[in-house]
């Protein structure tokens, strides 16, 4: 009898774990736009310009996504995932999303924060003692010189790109330069990533500038470090097995790369497009899993990533983050003298109604600088095109998906201001 209880319990546990990840999976619930306070023929317009830029071939292929009160109001297919074979593309095409990677990367070290293994005003190098001896890159009299920090980096100011660090790719500085010849993102490892970084001077004092930077690739680092787990068995296990994100990692299997969407670049010989060589090891996991870019994604996984943020830490019950936690993230992070305009990357300027929290942008006043999204919209990109946004505001989520990289040729659209535009027109009953 004891047995037979047993063995009750046990299947009725397995039943219950098999439904709440097939609840997990399951697509959100979509519903007609007017439902969501949308009008159905204003929305038409974000579908003619995703067509057009289709059509101009300035883009191969796109997917959208829009979700009010966690409910779907518009998905859309456009264009090929590869023009060679004119696959379509898929609403489950895996991109490469780049530095939407970063988002993701922040919350994983916000578990750990929850968790009592940090806090922001602690020095990097309390958890990275190679980094106890970072100099800071100046010259005088024309000379190069190197001096210690005011104070050690922070982790905040790790997480909101003002510790001192740079890429290297985006600007000419003396310390770009040595950035580019030691290359530490091509390291074989987050091990050796570190040990190249500590030999690397800091750009500026911390805290006293805003540089888009490897600063989430150390912290996958630190990830790795304070959890004790390989950073990305951390995510997985912690973020995409919970949030049902099944097609989010590192790498692409061998049995999804019928799925991967080819990366174009303008055709420098006239209009369209040509393709950028696929990674030879696109399906293996990497010697240097990259938090600041290096995940693959789809726009539903992503969709189901930045509800959870919306929903203030939990989706389909499943709680990754609470509320408070997720708050903190999404509040401006710099002080005033760094958003003047003087400081950003690509389409982000620093200045007055925009800031930057922990590894997000931040519209802490949108009409300041002409957008009509809702006060507290927190985004980010990558470098391939996708995009996102999230609106507390309106209760809403934007995903979109493109994979193009700029190599040559005239300037794209900008998709994400764009596409943006075209929604808040169409949200004409934000109350419902």
Known sequence: MRTCRLWIVSTLALLFSLSSLLAQN???????????????????????????????????????????????????????????????????????????????????????????????????AKYIPEFADLKVYTEAGGKPNLESPVHQPTIGELMSHTAGFTYGSFG???????????????????????????????????????????????????VEKLSGKPFPDFLRERIFIPLGMKDTAFYVPKDKLDRLATIYTPDPKGPGLVPVPRDTNVDKIPGLPSGGGGLYSTAEDYLHFAQMLLNGGVLNGTRILAPSTVALMRVNHLSAQLMTGKYGIGFYTMQPGLGFGYDFAVFEDPTRFGSTAGKGTFLWDGVAGTWFWIDPTNDLVFVGMIQRVMTAGPTPPNMEDLSRALIYQALVDPAK
């Open 26 to 124: 399951t697509p959100f619930p979509e519903v007609k736009p007017e439902a969501a306070g949308f009008s159905a023929e204003r929305l038409n317009r974000l579908d003619k310009a995703m067509q057009e830029a289709i059509a101009s071939k300035t883009l191969a292929g796109i997917v959208t996504m829009v979700a009010r009160h966690g409910k779907l109001v518009q998905q859309k297919t456009y264009g090929l995932q590869d023009i060679a074979t004119s696959k379509p593309m898929q609403r489950d095409t895996i991109f490469r999303i780049y530095s939407m990677t970063k988002p993701i990367t922040g919350v994983a070290m916000m578990i750990l924060y929850e968790e009592g293994k940090w806090r922001p005003s602690d020095p990097i």
């Open 172 to 222: 000419s500085t003396p310390v770009d330069k040595m950035y580019q010849q030691s290359n530490p993102l091509q390291a074989a490892s987050l091990r050796e990533f570190i040990d190249r970084m500590s030999k690397l001077p800091l750009v500026y004092q911390p805290g006293e500038g805003w540089i888009y930077s490897v600063s989430v690739d150390i912290q996958g680092y630190l």
